[in-house]
């Protein structure tokens, strides 16, 4: 049923380091590749997101990589803070496949 | 504008029970869909609603079930209750349907204890 794996299921960054998660597909017909950021007794909030015809985007301190020969794409978060800390879920579109979530904490 | 609402926010039942959950979509959004979430399986697409037309459907037993009225709230209805069902569902709407580039607003969610 999994078709997107996302790794580390956890992730402990000192504040002011670079958080990296990662994200695996396998169906070649997803063509959109959201992150969302979830909040404790909250729903996922759409964080920045891709299309396979680019390689990168970048939004703020938040940066999407993506390699299609791979299938793979990750999330680099620059300059981490105490305030990012949060479950991040990556996701991919056709019929919305989500990956299982890290919980990232900044200390 | 108001967000994606869910009622009730927090629901215990026992095994064997059924329950219904109702979602809200913001004004204007027509398509609702809904996601179970639990520790370790991330979330996972229960079905999508537009324009009261079931149009996708995840891989969840018949005793998932749901609906969707003309002005776009949502109902999801689990029968024959199973432990297994404790989890938060959220619900999440959109503009247009198919959800694919459409930015999704997703509400805070239902937590569902089974006991």
């Known amino acids: 049923q999994q078709q997107v794996k996302q790794s580390p299921q956890s992730l402990i960054v000192q504040k002011g380091g670079i958080s990296i998660i990662n994200c695996a597909y396998e169906n070649t017909a997803f063509d959109y590749f959201p992150w969302y950021q979830q909040f404790p007794g909250k729903g996922p909030a759409l964080l920045i997101a891709i299309r396979p015809d680019v390689s990168e985007k970048k939004e703020g301190r938040f940066t999407i990589s993506f390699n299609k020969s791979a299938k793979q794409f990750s999330l680099h978060i620059m300059d981490s803070q105490p305030g990012d800390s949060a479950t991040y879920f990556c996701a991919a579109t056709l019929k919305t496949r989500f990956g299982a979530g890290t919980r990232l904490t900044v200390k | 504008k108001a967000g994606v609402t869910q009622t009730p926010r927090y629901l215990i039942k026992t095994r064997g029970q059924q329950v219904t959950l109702s979602c809200s979509p913001i004004s204007g959004h027509r398509s609702v869909s809904w996601y179970q979430q639990t520790p370790g399986q991330g979330l996972q697409f229960l079905f999508e609603y537009f324009s009261e037309t079931q149009r996708n459907k995840g891989n969840f037993p018949g005793r998932f079930s749901g609906r969707q009225f003309s002005n776009s709230r949502s109902e999801m209805n689990v029968s024959t209750l199973e432990l297994g069902d404790s989890a938060l569902y959220l619900c999440?709407?959109?503009?247009?349907?198919?959800?694919?580039?459409?930015?999704?607003?997703f509400g805070p969610g239902t937590r569902l204890t089974v006991l």
């Open positions: 999440a709407s959109t503009q247009l349907a198919g959800a694919r580039t459409d930015t999704q607003y």
